[in-house]
């Protein structure tokens, strides 16, 4: 299959949500069942095993799953031709047409395969702006996640990768402190905490006391509900509120201390993360440039790939009728452009100013090596050269010394009686023992014209001083045959060769008529000719009723073209059978009864209808 159109397409496509086993349908052209890959999810299918491929005429086709897939399989083909050189072209060697194509058609469908590739790639958008996107040295990159440049934007190693391990298993820390400060559990708890860090502060110094206090809360409360001991020291009641709201604060401080504590640790942790979390991200921004810059480098390889391809299609301009006067883009030619004419069936190359044969073929050549083995026949070859049986026949077939060193002496005697008919008739002397060279033509006669094979030649003869004026081939049916007589002839040969009827075996004569009007009209009344003594409307030449099969008559003019002379006409014509046998011959004379000069002459049978099926009529002129 190396004779199609690669289509411009992705040689990717998948089916998702499907069920069942296919045919699922790829409009991208392969050569061979191998030229594509399958997946089943992320699991490379085996050819034949997993699945059969059908190719339509085109290139194009579609695969039958061996297992069908379920709703949540998705199913992807892909582009999967080996990446090699089937064809390796030999000096002096035959460069066809076909190779050439499926090298080419190899071509593109690897660089369209590559472009898919590229495709599923990290790319550098052109218009980015970046001076060095190559990778970090091993040693320097490896235990890191990549990171790009804060100012150039290039990639260099970003955090350990341990680092970035542990921020993510604090992240639902992180996720808790973003909470309690966004309003998902609080509204701005940790900012409040900053605020009142100061006191936070104090009260962490005297967290001794408070842990005490915290302690003896049962001995407070007791205290706060003997109200009448209370009242016994009313003297002492300012000592006693002070102390109570005193304790009321301190047991609020004891409440919220371990969330305070807490707060201080979470925001220090949530201060680190923020940070880390700020260095991967610029990273991976890094690491985004600088797979965008590779893609661009890709994307300029694709493209040199393609110019180069385009260079080879205005050298190779593929498979054409006629030799093409501009290139495949519609450029002017380049010298050493190559094309295969299909109408003559070899290659061509283009001088700069003509397209001549790009190679000789050997087909049908003698080598020297060979010793003339390559010969089809021997011994057609030796009758050519003219040795005949003698490079074959044994010695002992020829003349001995004592019949005579020569030939003419070697001669035996003929004995009497020897020869007979049957052996005259085996060595008649034929057309093709005469080496004529042409066939013959009825009227023809042979005669002698140097260079032709053999030097004889049937050719047509003039008849006694006469010139051929015109040829009139007769091959569908007609009613009547015009033919001008021109000036400058004292009379006129008309000979009339297998002229034959529409129907045979039906009475009817040819017959002729005259024109002195350049055939605008014929002399038809009834006394205008005068037939064996008798007035008629018309020449017969044939004898009456007698144009019934094929018939060959020679006519002659005289008088036509000299004005006070009778136009006469005399006919000699052959009278052939049915079965094309002779039959007789007949003699006919008549004359026009007038002086005027004629300058057309008609022919036509007179009687049963008929029309002139087919023959050939020769007009001759005789000279003044």
Do not use: C, H
């Amino acid at each position: 299959m190396s004779d199609i159109a690669i289509n411009p397409v992705t040689r990717r496509v998948q089916f998702t949500g499907n069920t069942g086993t296919g045919p699922f349908a790829f409009t991208f052209n392969i050569l061979t069942d191998s030229d594509i890959a399958v997946f089943k999810n992320t699991t490379k299918l085996t050819l034949t095993a997993n699945y059969t491929v059908s190719i339509n005429a085109n290139g194009t086709g579609s695969i039958t799953l061996a297992a069908a897939l379920v709703a949540s399989d998705v199913l992807t083909i892909i582009g999967g031709r080996e990446l090699s050189r089937t064809t390796d072209f030999v000096t002096a060697g035959d460069l066809l047409a076909s190779s050439l194509n499926e090298q080419l058609d190899s071509n593109v469908i690897m660089t369209q395969q590559l472009d898919e590739k590229l495709n599923r790639g990290l790319f550098v958008n052109p218009g980015d702006v970046f001076t060095d996107l190559e990778l970090p040295l091993k040693d320097a990159r490896k235990g890191t996640v990549l990171g790009f440049n804060a100012t150039t934007g290039d990639p260099e190693p970003g955090p350990e990768i341990g680092d970035v391990d542990s921020l993510a298993n604090i992240s639902a820390d992180i996720k808790t402190l973003a909470d309690i400060q966004d309003g998902t559990v609080a509204t701005n708890a940790i900012t409040n905490v900053n605020t009142i860090r100061a006191n936070v502060t104090t009260v962490s110094g005297i967290s001794g006391n408070v842990t005490t206090v915290a302690g003896i809360s049962s001995d407070v409360t007791a205290v706060a509900a003997d109200g009448a001991d209370i009242g016994t020291v009313a003297t002492s009641i300012a000592n006693v509120n002070t102390n109570a709201t005193n304790i009321a604060s301190i047991n609020t401080n004891a409440t919220n201390i371990t969330d305070i504590q807490n707060a201080s640790t979470n925001a220090a942790s949530a201060l680190a993360s923020k940070n880390a979390a700020a260095t991967s991200a610029t990273n991976s921004a890094n690491s985004a440039t600088a797979s965008a810059n590779s893609a661009t480098a890709s994307e300029a390889a694709k493209d040199a790939a393609l110019a180069a391809l385009d260079s080879f299609d205005d050298r190779y301009l593929g498979a054409k009728a006629s030799d093409p006067t501009v290139d495949n883009d519609g450029n002017a030619l380049v010298s050493g452009a190559l094309y295969f004419n299909t109408t003559d069936d070899v290659m061509k190359v283009y001088t700069g100013s003509q397209w001549v044969a790009a190679y000789a073929s050997l087909s049908g050549a003698l080598l020297v090596a060979n010793n003339l083995s390559d010969l089809a026949s021997a011994s057609t070859a030796r009758t050519n050269l003219g040795l005949g049986t003698a490079a074959t026949t044994a010695s002992t077939a020829y003349a001995t010394a004592a019949q005579g060193a020569l030939a003419d002496s070697a001669l035996q005697s003929i004995a009497d009686g020897s020869i007979t008919q049957s052996k005259l008739a085996g060595e008649a002397v034929n057309e093709s023992k005469l080496q004529v060279s042409n066939a013959p033509v009825n009227g023809y006669a042979l005669t002698a014209q140097s260079g032709n094979t053999g030097g004889m030649t049937w050719a047509e003869m003039a008849a006694g001083g006469t010139t051929l004026i015109s040829t009139t081939t007769i091959s569908s049916a007609v009613a009547t045959v015009d033919i001008a007589l021109p000036t400058g002839y004292g009379a006129f040969e008309l000979f009339l060769e297998g002229v034959t009827p529409s129907s045979t075996g039906v009475s009817s004569t040819l017959s002729v008529r005259f024109s002195s009007d350049n055939g605008s009209s014929y002399y038809q009344a009834s006394d205008s000719y005068n037939v064996n003594g008798s007035n008629a409307a018309q020449l017969q030449i044939t004898a009456s009723n007698d144009f019934n099969n094929e018939v060959y008559i020679a006519l002659t003019i005289q008088g036509a073209k000299n004005s006070g002379v009778r136009t006469t006409g005399f006919s000699e014509q052959l009278l052939m059978n049915t079965d094309g046998t002779f039959r007789g011959a007949a003699v006919i004379g008549g004359a026009y009864n007038g002086d005027t000069v004629m300058t057309n002459i008609r022919i036509f049978p007179n009687g049963g209808s008929l029309n002139i099926a087919s023959g050939i009529i020769r007009l001759y002129g005789r000279a003044v």
